[in-house]
T-cell receptor
Framework: DAMVIQNPRYQVTQFGKPVTLSCSQT?????MYWYQQKSSQAPKLLFH???????NEADTPDNFQSRRPNTSFCFLDIRSPGLGDAAMYLC???????????????FGPGTRLLVL | AQSVTQLGSHVSVSEGALVLLRCNYS??????LFWYVQYPNQGLQLLLK??????LVKGINGFEAEFKKSETSFHLTKPSAHMSDAAEYFC????????????FGKGTRLHILP
């Protein structure tokens, strides 16, 4: 089945130790998103790729970076995780038709990050 | 600017009873509206969406929502709750402009009482 896959499902890292979360998709969608979701809150968009065009949200900290080496894969790099970065990180994809940000978004299961 | 308000961070209903989750939006132009469901430790799954056309939208798992422009509402309903409906529900809005992102509400956690 076509889907959005996130690995790992749970990630433990140490304060200040770089960590990378991965996302892959078999939907062949050209838009990929990364969201941060803290407990009992709505998902917060960090950035998105429209093909290889990177779009950063204005309030996304510089500590968060992303790479998209090809259509199928997208990575979230946290250069120096702080305790406040502990959250669920959700990857999503969408197919651009009328516009990249209105189409239905398909979410992966998320990676829960714990910072010690 | 767009915004979404979900009334009630927690809603409890008995199994078999009507489910009503409220969502109001603000948008200066006709919106696209969505309801997503999130089960524990999982990503979000689209329940239904309104873009244009018929204002009563039917989704998966027996849910439906009605777009009421005069009330700026998009409430989610299900006639008969099932235990498996227990989850977090997010209402979301976007505009019909290319560069506008989806704005999520804060979510409503639905509890089903036996």
């Amino acid at each position: 089945d076509a889907m959005v896959i996130q690995n790992p499902r749970y990630q433990v890292t140490q304060f200040g130790k770089p960590v990378t979360l991965s996302c892959s998709q078999t939907l062949n969608h050209n838009v990929m998103y990364w969201y941060q979701q803290k407990s009992s809150q709505a998902p917060k968009l960090l950035f998105h790729y429209y093909d290889k065009d990177f779009n950063n949200e204005a309030d996304t900290p510089d500590n968060f970076q992303s790479r998209r080496p090809n259509t199928s894969f997208c990575f979230l790099d946290i250069r120096s995780p702080g305790l406040g970065d502990a959250a669920m990180y959700l990857c999503a994809t969408s197919r651009d038709s009328t516009g990249p940000l209105q189409e239905t978004q398909y979410f992966g299961p998320g990676t829960r990050l714990l910072v010690l | 600017a767009q915004s979404v308000t979900q009334l009630g961070s927690h809603v409890s209903v008995s199994e078999g009873a009507l489910v009503l989750l409220r969502c109001n939006y603000s948008s200066s132009v006709p919106p696209y509206l969505f309801w997503y469901v999130q089960y524990p430790n999982q990503g979000l799954q689209l329940l239904l969406k309104y873009t244009t056309g018929a204002t009563l939208v039917k989704g998966i798992n027996g849910f439906e929502a009605e777009f009421k422009k005069s009330e700026t509402s998009f409430h989610l309903t299900k006639p008969s709750a099932h235990m498996s409906d227990a989850a977090e529900y997010f209402c979301a809005v976007s505009k019909m402009n290319r560069d506008d992102k989806i704005i999520f509400g804060k979510g409503t956690r639905l509890h089903i009482l036996p």
